[in-house]
């Protein structure tokens, strides 16, 4: 049956995704209370540009600047933080739960440094507070780890979860163009921010993976405590020679758990074309799962944008308003109820292609092999490829190592005189031996 009274919301921020959350609960509002029982209203916003607001049909009298606004409105039940970064959206958020408001966000900067503080003080409150928006988009991934696949011990989290980066990988791949040019292409269409350090560099993906690898494996990984590696050393050479050995080259942001010890990582990896992951292309994401009981299981669809990521936001307001009805909130909290060590990256083992460039002369495939050897790297296979000058260029495969052995046998064949450079290492994940 449906009830008058409204769920009243407070949204901080009106930009990209608030002003598609404004946009949801205007275009599909009749629908929305009617899955619901109540409708949703968004009561205030704080955002420093009214027109922002206004254009979007709502009043200018629902615009305020100051937070106390919508902390001290007893009417709002619903705080949605949209502004991004770290402050003021750290203490606007523990404020507005601490003031008794349950809180929706999709701030991964946020929940990446300081989830703890943030669900315990929810927990604190009997509060919710939601942040599926925060990984992936509009894919659903944050509730399906807590609740659908709750019963599995989580083996591995491994996905694609920045949408820029897999745009230019993607068009590097099948067109052969420059790194720079397309991330050109990338700021113009809007998917890459006017500095995309963030996105190249891997540091969105690195603050996704440590909110994914928290609930999958019950302990707290923060951003700091993830190893990663941008795409900006990617040449077109390595992703046509990783086609002629097979694989697509992806940026992975990668969590598994052995022995009890997490290993966390996001750098770019190939991968069999054959691998799920590597038909996922342009600006999309995919999240693969590999669960005790449930096997392998992929969530796949548009990691960012306005109405993907609009819809992540509401379907949370929902499942508030829904626990707020039924009284009770604050029911799914924290789950980092374990610590467990995260390994070095030195410590992990994976397979690794490597391309360097030798003098082209008799012996000296000789000499590199017999670095590696010593250095207990066993190589799968070795491709010559293109000369430059007194130079050749060839690409190693090795076979299953340990990262610190590798690294050491680089650090010698990187000082030998045969060896004219290093041009790029990359991991191949995803294929059994
Ligand atoms: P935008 O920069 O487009 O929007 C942020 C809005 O908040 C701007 O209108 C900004 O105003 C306003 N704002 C910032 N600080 C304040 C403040 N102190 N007081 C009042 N208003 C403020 O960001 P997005 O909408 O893209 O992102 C919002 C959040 O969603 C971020 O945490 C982001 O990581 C996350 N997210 C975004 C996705 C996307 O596709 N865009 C996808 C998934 C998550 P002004 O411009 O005047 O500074
Ligand atoms: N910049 C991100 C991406 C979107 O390219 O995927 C926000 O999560």
Redesign the pocket.
């Known amino acids: 049956m449906l009830s008058s009274e409204a769920v009243k919301i407070g949204l ?9 959350v404004i946009k949801v609960i205007l275009e599909n509002g009749e629908y929305i209370a009617q899955r619901l029982g109540r409708p949703l209203v968004i009561k205030r916003v ?4 009214p027109t ?1 607001v206004t254009a979007l049909g709502l009043a200018e009298s629902v615009v305020t ?1 100051d ?1 106390n606004d919508i902390q001290t409105d007893p009417e709002i039940d619903i705080v949605v ?5 770290i402050e ?2 750290r203490t ?1 958020v523990l404020g507005a739960l601490r003031a008794g408001k349950n809180v929706v ?6 929940i990446a440094l300081h989830g703890r503080e943030i669900l315990e003080t929810a927990q604190e409150m009997g509060r919710d507070f939601y942040f599926e ?2 990984v992936g ?1 509009g894919i659903p991934i944050i509730i399906p780890l807590k609740q659908s696949l709750a019963a599995n011990k989580i083996q591995v989290v491994m996905g694609i979860v920045n ?1 820029t980066t897999n745009y230019i990988l993607t068009k590097m791949a099948r067109e052969g163009r420059t790194y720079a040019e397309v991330l050109q292409e990338a700021k113009s269409l809007g998917y890459a921010e006017s500095d995309p350090t963030s996105d190249v560099e891997g540091y ?1 993906a690195a603050r996704k993976i440590a909110i994914l690898a928290s609930i999958a494996f019950n302990t707290r990984v923060t951003f700091p405590d993830v190893y990663v590696e941008g795409i900006t050393r990617i040449s077109t050479l390595d992703l046509e020679y990783g086609k002629e050995l097979g694989y697509a080259l992806k940026l992975l942001a990668i969590a598994k758990e052995e022995a009890g010890e997490i290993d966390v990582r996001v750098h770019p990896a190939f991968i069999p074309v054959n691998h799920p992951l590597a038909s996922v292309n342009d600006v999309f994401n995919a999240i693969f799962i590999r669960g005790d009981f449930v096997g392998d299981v992929m969530h796949y669809g548009r ?4 109405r ?2 609009a819809s992540a936001v509401v379907g949370d307001i929902m499942e508030v308003a829904r626990n707020m009805q039924s009284g009770s909130s604050g029911r799914i909290s924290c789950t980092c109820f374990e610590q467990k060590r995260i390994k070095p990256i030195n410590e992990i083992e994976s397979r690794y292609y490597i391309r360097l460039m030798l003098k082209d002369r008799p012996g000296v495939l000789a000499s590199i092999a017999g670095v590696f050897g010593n250095q207990e790297v066993s190589l799968a296979s070795v491709i010559q490829k293109r000369t430059e000058g007194d130079f050749a260029e060839l690409v190693f495969v090795t076979h299953r190592v340990k990262e610190g052995s590798l690294q050491d046998a680089l650090k010698i064949i990187g000082g030998m005189s045969i060896v004219g450079a290093i041009n790029n290492v990359i991991r191949v994940e995803g294929e059994a031996e």
Not at 12 to 20: D, H, K, L, N, R
Not at 46 to 49: A, G, M, P, R, S
Not at 105 to 110: F, V
Request: with cysteine; proline share 5%.
């Open positions: 901080m921020g009106c930009g990209t995704v608030g002003s598609g704080l955002e420093l540009d922002k600047n937070f933080e949209l502004m991004g970064g003021p959206a606007f966000t999709a701030n991964k900067d946020l928006a925060s988009g949408g969105d990691g960012a944008g306005q993907p990521t």
